[in-house]
């Protein structure tokens, strides 16, 4: 089994930035919000905040809260079989169980953080899906109460604080992966 990085943070923190980095460089990707939206097309309901939230716990609802792992797990073992992995969001501590027990030392955590206002800023500005601060702060809420995504933040092998430019956010992440090679 390759290596198997999972990115964890709040909305907003960058966390697609360093999972896009990291394919680039010739990581596979997983990423776990596809499952939101790929559940929401099946059942013809619009892209938005507040039905992204609904899938998202509804998932967790009726698979349990490590929902996301489970349904992805068998295509980051075979992902892993010939190529180095980056998951991209990774929420909940029960996915991070799952998936520490099922790839052991294979995986490791980066959490990346920012200011709560930057990544409000961000949000706001972003192409895809834009949210406003108020939808920000509810999302942000959700997903602490409701999906105990701190956990997996706390818990991570490494950290990058992103309140700077993109280059300095890859050069940090370059010198992680050089950690993790030494």
Do not use: H
């Not at 013809?44 to 992805?72: D, H, Q, T, V």
């Amino acid at each position: 089994m390759k290596k198997i990085i999972a990115i964890v943070g709040m909305c907003g923190s960058g966390k697609s930035v360093a999972s896009d980095y990291l394919e680039s460089i010739g990581f596979k990707k997983v990423y776990f919000g596809g499952v939101t939206m790929e559940k929401l097309k099946e059942n013809n309901m619009e892209i938005n905040p507040e039905n992204e939230k609904y899938m998202r716990e509804k998932l967790r609802s009726e698979l349990g809260m490590a929902a996301y792992a489970k349904i992805l797990l068998p295509r980051i073992i075979d992902y892993s079989k010939d190529s180095d992995v980056v998951l991209d969001g990774l929420y909940s501590w029960d996915e991070y169980v799952v998936l520490k027990e099922k790839l052991g030392n294979s995986l490791t955590m980066i959490a990346i953080v920012a200011d709560r206002k930057l990544r409000y800023e961000r949000l706001e500005n972003r192409d895809i899906r834009p949210l406003t601060g108020d939808e920000a702060l509810k999302r942000d809420i959700a997903e602490i109460e409701n999906l105990a995504k701190g956990g997996p933040i706390s818990i991570a092998d490494y950290y990058i604080l992103n309140n700077f430019d993109k280059d300095t956010y890859i050069d940090n992440l370059k010198d992680i992966l050089e950690k993790m090679e030494g």
